[in-house]
């Protein structure tokens, strides 16, 4: 049997030839059958095996219509040398044959989990927000991979975007280059970048709040342990996508803008009361949540979704501003892979390793 390998490179290739739409269907499925509770999704705790510079985390994952891969991703340490952590976190995920049993594929997932994080926010705010939604300002703090793939997925698919603003924890050579990209790719959009504002200091304070006042969408991606902005700073209507924080010890919105929202959207109930930050400071319950796959019904046959209109204008009426709050599940991670290798294969991108297995 052959191995299909793709690097960065490759998967860059590929991932470029699915639109916004093919992505967020495959985060619908997922979803879909998270909040279903299907028997043919398999999820085993991830194991952490200690290095010199790196936690690593292996992270099994089934479903059973899409495939079965396992994620290796090495998360530097807290004291590994800054070049270590530059280096961001190296991760590969291998993808089964489910006739033979056999590894069909070894895929770079660098980038992977950044793309299905931002698929499912986008298709958090194609639930919840109007058909006729013209947002014009974004507003990005962070600028790591997730928050590339999230701006790159939402300027996509909202071309009414005008302004693209983003804020990072220091100016340096990775905010330039997004912004650079973002400039060169859609060139229709004004960007803009800054400096968070230290802690108790006013000093570009001004600039800052006024972006978030004029944000129509607020996409967060950090690791930070207090409220990255005021509640009152955001204006009615605001859809806010939370990734960053996945300890209880970090937040990135405070206990008022949580509540404001009366109802906050999440992948998963369990996951998010355990992890969230924003959640469990703001002691919210299961009531107090509604998962994504819940507020619409999938289709698999011609893998659409359409929404649910009860569940979703309940939300709406709920409160003055929508949240989507994301830990990442490893579901998502098998339904991108598997889409990734099969597309790889149609257009005959990355290295083939013929008879990598052979019966005995």
Not at 129 to 140: N, V, Y
Not at 286 to 311: M, S
Not at 315 to 335: E, H, N
């Amino acid at each position: 049997m052959s191995l299909l390998v793709l690097s960065a490179e490759d998967v860059a290739k590929v991932t470029a030839t699915f639109s916004p739409d093919e992505l967020v269907a495959l985060m619908a499925n997922v979803f879909s059958c998270l909040s279903e509770k299907h028997r043919d999704i398999f999820q085993p705790h991830r194991i952490a095996v200690p290095m010199e510079h790196h936690t690593s985390l292996f992270m099994p994952s089934r479903i059973a219509l899409a495939g079965t891969t396992m994620k290796v991703v090495s998360v530097p340490s807290s004291d590994a040398p800054k070049e270590i952590k530059e280096k961001g976190l190296p991760a590969s995920t291998i993808v089964l044959d489910e006739q033979l049993g056999s590894v069909k594929a070894v895929v770079n997932a660098r980038r992977l989990t950044a793309l299905r994080n931002a698929a499912g926010s986008l298709l958090s705010a194609r639930v919840i927000l109007p058909d006729d939604a013209a947002p014009k300002h974004i507003l990005a703090i962070g600028a790591g991979a997730q928050i590339q793939a999230h701006l790159a997925i939402f300027l996509t698919a909202y071309p009414s975007i005008e302004s693209c603003t983003i804020y990072n924890r220091t100016s340096n050579a990775r905010l330039e280059s997004l912004r650079e990209l973002l400039e060169s790719t859609y060139p229709s959009v004004k960007v803009t970048t800054g400096v968070l504002p230290p802690a108790h200091s006013k000093e570009g304070e001004l600039d800052y709040h006024e972006a978030v006042k004029r944000a129509n969408i607020i996409i967060t991606a950090t690791s930070s342990t207090r409220p990255l902005f005021p509640s009152k700073l955001v204006q009615q209507g605001t859809h806010l996508c939370l990734i960053g924080s996945y300890k209880p010890e970090m937040r990135e919105i405070d206990i008022d803008l949580v509540r404001r929202a009366g109802v906050v959207i999440v992948d998963q109930k369990t996951a998010c009361l355990q992890e969230a930050g924003e959640l469990i400071e703001a002691e919210l319950s299961e009531a107090d949540l509604v998962e994504l796959g819940e507020l619409f019904d999938y289709y698999a046959k011609d893998k659409t979704w359409v929404p649910r209109e009860g569940p979703i204008e309940e939300i709406q009426t709920a409160g003055d501003v929508s949240i989507f709050k994301s830990v990442g599940v490893g579901v998502q991670d098998v339904a991108i892979a598997c889409a990734v290798v099969q597309r790889a294969l149609e257009e005959k991108i990355g290295v083939v390793i013929e008879n990598y297995d052979e019966e005995e």
